[in-house]
C-alpha cells in the first residue's frame, strides 16, 4: 500500500528497453511487466518503477538525481555490472560510509552502487 508523501515509483528513460531489461534481469534480479512495446514496468528491486522508450538519459553530469543500489559485495556487483555489458563512469572510491561506484546501463542511464562493507 502506497505511503503518504514517500517515494512511490520511479522511471527511466532507454533507448533500447529490451537490453536494459536484460541488463537489469541478470544483474540485480529484476523482473518485468510490460504494456505494449515502449513501456516496461520493473519490480523486485526495492522500489517498483518502469522504463519508457525515448532518447534520452539520465547522468548526475546534466543534473540528474542520481539512484544508489545497495550491495553487500561491492567488487562482486562491479564485476557483473561489466560482465553484463554495464560501462563503468566511476571506479570503486572511498566516501565516508562506505565504498562506491557508478555506472552506465545499456539505455545510458547512470545509478551507483555502494556499501559499508570492505
Known sequence: MPTHHKIDYVEFSAWDIL???AFFSRVFGWTFEDFGAE??????AGIEGGFFANNAYSRTEHGSALIVLYSDDLEKSFADI???GGTIAKPIFAFPGGRRFHF????????????DKS
Open 104 to 115: 552506465f546501463e545499456p539505455s545510458g542511464n547512470e545509478l551507483a552502487i555502494w556499501s
Open 39 to 44: 513501456y516496461t514496468a520493473f519490480a523486485n
Open 19 to 21: 537490453a536494459s531489461k
Open 82 to 84: 561489466v560482465a553484463a
